[in-house]
């Protein structure tokens, strides 16, 4: 049975597209650049791709990130500027046996090089509210925590999961700070023997976890979807608030090897889309009870229409 998952409302248009091309036979690797493509060419969603929020320097720096279940090939690049489709350049590292983890002038390198396309990803808009925070920050300037990454998981009829990231990371960042999204483990995790997931949130914490890396082992171990996220947000969350008194946002996606997916966060504000083959593509709320359960619910189109901006 195929899946798609994929975090944030912002994901709907693509997971939409996505699921077409998983009824016509399309690969786990392609259904991702689909959906993760989608978000980054939409200047909407102001923390991934063209018209995400930039650096504390007025720089947009990328992340991105692809691992092939079958292989377990892996591609990142990370703090990477001027270059449109993030996502596609850490696909294409993938196939680089050695060299395959780049960031920032080296990554950038690298993507034209290849072919890829150089492009000023800072939109007016990003360039504007960028603006508008220095003029109400006092110094020093501290990160905006409201951040997005769309983390994918896909699971093709023959198989094979792949999954991948791409976000523009903390608004207002230090310039080449990186976050969970291309660590792999960390933001993304997959193996087509097992399951594969993904991470969003505050990544300075989810690393502290090795949190996509821990769903998946939780998932070789015989637990669902939903139990293995629910376990390793729950745990990592209260690892943190023991250790650290605070624990930053902790959202997670995951799929099986037979279809079936699970969801999980420690915040109020998590969703995801999910579409299946006799299942339409659907954005759901993550919703979290006091012990650390989190249930699915529909989202309406009220608030579909509502949460546009990511």
């Given at each position: 049975m195929g899946t798609i998952i994929s975090t944030w409302r912002m994901s709907l248009e693509g997971v939409e597209k996505g699921k077409k091309e998983m009824l016509a036979g399309k690969s786990a690797g392609e259904l991702l650049e689909t959906v993760i493509c989608e978000v980054e060419n939409n200047p909407t969603f102001i923390s991934v791709g063209y018209g995400g929020?930039?650096?504390?320097?007025?720089?947009?720096?990328?992340?991105?990130?692809?691992m092939d279940g079958d292989t377990l090939d892996i591609g990142c690049a990370a703090a990477m500027k001027n270059i449109?489709?993030?996502?596609?350049?850490?696909?294409?590292?993938?196939?680089?046996?050695?060299?395959?983890v780049l960031v920032g002038e080296g990554a950038e390198q690298f993507a034209l090089?290849?072919?890829?396309?150089?492009?000023?990803?800072?939109?007016?808009?990003?360039?504007?509210r960028y603006l508008e925070k220095i003029q109400e920050e006092v110094q020093p300037l501290k990160p905006y925590i409201g951040h997005d990454t769309i983390g994918c998981v896909a699971l093709?009829?023959?198989?094979?999961?792949?999954?991948?990231?791409?976000?523009?990371?903390?608004?207002?960042?230090?310039?080449?700070?990186?976050?969970?999204s291309p660590l792999v483990g960390s933001g993304f995790?997959?193996?087509?023997?097992?399951?594969?997931?993904?991470?969003?949130?505050?990544?300075?914490?989810?690393?502290?976890?090795?949190?996509?890396?821990?769903?998946?082992?939780?998932?070789?171990e015989g637990m669902h979807p939903q139990a293995a996220c629910e376990k390793a947000v729950n745990d990592l969350n209260a690892s943190l608030i023991q250790r650290r008194k605070e624990a930053g946002d902790l959202s997670v996606i995951a799929v099986n090897k037979y279809g079936e997916y699970g969801a999980a966060t420690?915040?109020?504000?998590?969703?995801?889309?999910?579409?299946?083959?006799?299942?339409?593509?659907?954005?759901?709320?993550?919703?979290r009870?006091?012990?650390?359960?989190?249930?699915?619910?529909?989202?309406?189109?009220?608030?579909?229409?509502?949460?546009?901006?990511?």
């Open positions: 929020l930039p650096n504390e320097e007025m720089e947009v720096e990328l992340d991105a990130a692809y449109a489709n993030p996502f596609l350049v850490a696909k294409r590292l993938s196939q680089e046996k050695v060299n395959c090089k290849a072919g890829f396309e150089k492009k000023d990803m800072l939109t007016e808009n990003a360039k504007q093709d009829h023959q198989g094979k999961i792949a999954a991948g990231t791409s976000t523009s990371g903390l608004f207002m960042k230090k310039k080449g700070r990186v976050g969970d995790y997959a193996d087509s023997q097992i399951g594969g997931a993904c991470a969003t949130g505050l990544g300075e914490d989810l690393m502290k976890g090795c949190i996509s890396y821990e769903i998946v082992r939780l998932m070789k420690n915040i109020e504000a998590f969703s995801f889309v999910a579409a299946q083959d006799e299942q339409e593509a659907c954005v759901y709320r993550v919703m009870d006091a012990d650390g359960h989190c249930t699915h619910v529909k989202a309406s189109q009220e608030w579909i229409d509502s949460h546009l901006v990511e």
